[in-house]
């Protein structure tokens, strides 16, 4: 099976930088993704790491190491409306979320 | 508006019942996926479907079941429906039947509550 874990939750102030972890288990994945989730929105898709390192979108970053069964999500400059929830997710035999981190960016 | 179409947005109904909740994918989207969202809660995977054929299941309960369509639309249909399974149900599409640098799209969502 899959399973993912991240921090339930995570507290920034404006301007910062915050990372959200994501470790998982799998017996075998094409990648890790990222989405957010706005309060009462949809999920939008963010990132897509298929291989290892670094993945740069604008002031959103996103990590995978497959050694170490773990992913990242770099976010940057921080604004208040980056207060949602974060999804991991990795695609396998389907696709599979985390338990979600819900961000707070405080002024 | 991000392409992928829910309806209805919102559905209320008894216990016992039985529901249908549609979802036309994106243009050009072969693969659609269901998602159910309790309160607070993360994205449970039920159901994908790539170009008509069931392509993999999660924790699908036998009560609910869904099909794809020759146009590309799909239905969840949810059966005797009890208090727990009021949730977020979301769809999602994808061109590919598997993870890609463009992830997938979510529709907004049916607000399903069973009272």
């Given amino acids: ?107 | 508006d991000s392409g992928v179409t829910q309806t209805p947005k919102h559905l209320i109904t008894a216990t016992g019942q039985r529901v249908t909740l549609r979802c036309s994918p994106r243009s050009g989207d072969l693969s659609v996926y269901w998602y159910q969202q309790s309160l607070d809660q993360g994205l449970q995977f039920l159901i994908q479907y790539y170009n008509g054929e069931e392509r993999a299941k999660g924790n699908i309960l036998e009560r609910f079941s869904a099909q794809q369509f020759p146009d590309l639309h799909s239905e969840l249909n949810l059966s005797s429906l009890e208090l727990g399974d009021s949730a977020l149900y979301f769809c999602a599409s994808s061109v590919a039947p598997s993870g890609s640098n463009y992830g997938y799209t979510f529709g907004s969502g049916t607000r399903l509550t069973v009272v």
Wanted: glycine share 12%; proline share 4%; aromatic share 14%.
């Fill in chain 1, 1 to 107: 099976g899959q399973s993912l874990e991240q921090p339930s939750e995570v507290t920034a102030v404006e301007g910062a930088i915050v990372q959200i972890n994501c470790t998982y288990q799998t017996s075998g994945f094409y990648g890790l993704s990222w989405y957010q989730q706005h309060d009462g929105g949809a999920p939008t898709f963010l990132s897509y790491n298929a291989l290892d390192g670094l993945e740069e979108t604008g002031r959103f970053s996103s990590f995978l190491s497959r050694s170490d069964s773990y992913g990242y999500l770099l976010l940057q400059e921080l604004q208040m409306k980056d207060s949602a929830s974060y999804f991991c997710g990795i695609y396998g035999q389907n696709f599979v979320f985390g338990p979600g981190t819900r961000l707070s960016v405080l002024p």
